[in-house]
């Protein structure tokens, strides 16, 4: 059987990795552009599709049936070819979206939710919340109800980002400020890379439910493996799937001290994990060309510290690497966004009589005790998990290993 992706644009697309665990079926991606929409779909050599953006709509008319779900979101994400050559034409985002909303464990049925977007993806979220019960309003930014009048949904329990604000690789950035809303219980993203989107970190921060559009993605995708290959398949896979995508997806980054083990417990990890390992400090240097005592003799602290905040930039908005970050990069609060999006963060402990100070710039200028109580609190603020070092390395990245992989 002989299935794919549909779209305009696929470079960072999951679904193979996906579809591998859910069938026995090749899985190709097909990057076609409007002008090759027509002939792909009456002749390509595919038995089922996914389709994405921007051709939701533009493979409706080649379909000859359309299921009942299509036809009432108007959208089509999922093609199959029948025995007769026909195409028939789902919607699996609906329930995609639905258990994403089951999952972040959030109720919806009388409240308020802001749908932000009104594309194809806020129609379906419209869809599902209103079949639970809930009072959707679209934000649009030409609609009536649009950015401007956020102040009339202070009311709000509910957001559910389908824009693609935020999405990498233009991170950072949020669509609105939550801290207009006080009523507010979670926000859900359909974004998934990065994981963690500004608004999401955002919500993390005032101690909302704050969940990303992966499982949304996976649940789809079981359903149109279902249509694909006409066997029922568990909902258990779900949750499996989306733990073992977000694993391989997920940076594991070390904080802590300088010489407390970042770069030898990141190397085990590493291997261990197949991701691929990086350390900042060195990042850094290569990018400057200089070694960082040069740095620090030719532009001080705070110049490093200016291309620190870069080089995590550069390294937080991607996935599946292991980073070790220099032990300062905690005395900068906007670090700590940039590590988290995509991030597990570990602070490595090793008592202070172990650390090396050879080549370490502030570790030979400072009292290292000094330092260690004035960054503590540093450490603990952008610490997911703290890990004791002072034991064998292969033990270190063991304990981080095991809490990752209970982790989702
Ligand atoms: P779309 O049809 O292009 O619609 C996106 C909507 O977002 C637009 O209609 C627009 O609404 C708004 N928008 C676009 N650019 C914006 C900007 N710069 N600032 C503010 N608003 C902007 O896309 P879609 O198919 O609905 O997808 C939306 C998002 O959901 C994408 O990020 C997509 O990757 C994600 N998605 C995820 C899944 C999943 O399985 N997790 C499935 C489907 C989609 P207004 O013009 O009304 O403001």
């Not at 919340?129 to 202070?154: C, F, M, T, W």
């Not at 789809?220 to 909902?235: C, M, P, R, Y």
């Not at 991701?275 to 740095?295: Q, S």
Request: with cysteine; net charge neutral; hydrophobic share 40%.
């Amino acid at each position: 059987m002989k299935c794919g992706l549909l779209g305009g644009k696929l470079a960072h697309s999951y679904s193979p990795q996906i579809h591998s665990q859910l069938g026995n079926y090749s899985y190709s991606l097909f990057e076609k552009s409007a002008e090759e929409l027509e002939d792909f779909l009456k002749n390509g050599d595919f038995t089922g599709l996914n389709v994405t953006i921007p051709y939701k709509k533009s493979v409706i008319p080649y379909c000859a049936e359309l299921s009942d779900c299509a036809k009432m979101l108007g959208a089509v994400n999922t093609v199959v070819r029948r025995n007769d050559g026909s195409l028939i034409g789902h919607n699996t985002d609906y329930s995609g979206f639905a258990t994403m909303l089951r999952t972040s464990g959030l109720s919806v049925s009388g409240k308020k939710v802001l749908v932000l977007g009104s594309g194809g993806a806020s129609n379906t979220v419209v869809a599902v919340l209103q079949a639970q019960g809930a009072d959707p309003v679209v934000i649009s930014r030409s609609g009536e109800n649009n950015y401007e009048k956020l102040h009339l949904h202070s009311d709000a329990a509910v957001i559910v980002n389908a824009t693609p604000v935020g999405m990498y690789p233009k991170v950072g950035v949020s669509p609105v400020d939550l801290t207009l809303f006080p009523a507010l219980e979670g926000v859900l993203d359909l974004i998934y890379n990065p994981a963690r989107t500004q608004l999401l970190l955002d919500a993390e921060s005032l101690g909302l439910i704050a969940c990303n559009g992966l499982e949304m993605l996976v649940a789809q995708a079981k359903e149109s493996a279902q249509w694909f290959t006409g066997n029922l398949i568990s909902d258990d896979v779900i949750p499996k799937i989306h733990r073992s995508l977000k694993n391989s997806m997920e940076n594991i980054i070390l904080i802590g001290m300088p010489g407390c083990g970042k770069t030898t417990v990141g190397g085990l990890l590493a291997k261990r994990t197949s991701k691929n390992f990086v350390d900042a400090d060195e990042y850094l240097a290569e990018k400057a060309g200089k070694t960082i005592p040069e740095i620090f003799a030719d532009i001080g602290e705070a110049g490093f510290r200016r291309l620190e905040t870069q080089t995590l930039a550069d390294l937080g908005k991607q996935s599946g690497l292991v980073i070790a970050t220099g032990g300062g990069c905690v005395t900068v609060d906007r670090n700590y966004p940039l590590l988290r999006q995509n991030g597990t963060l570990f602070w490595l402990q090793r008592s202070i009589s172990k650390l090396p100070v050879d080549g370490r710039p502030l570790s030979q200028t400072n009292d290292l005790e000094k330092m260690y109580e004035a960054r503590k609190p540093m450490y603990q603020r952008f610490a997911d998990h703290i890990v004791d070092n002072n034991c064998e390395p292969e033990t270190a990245a063991n304990t981080i290993a095991k809490i990752l992989e209970g982790n989702v």
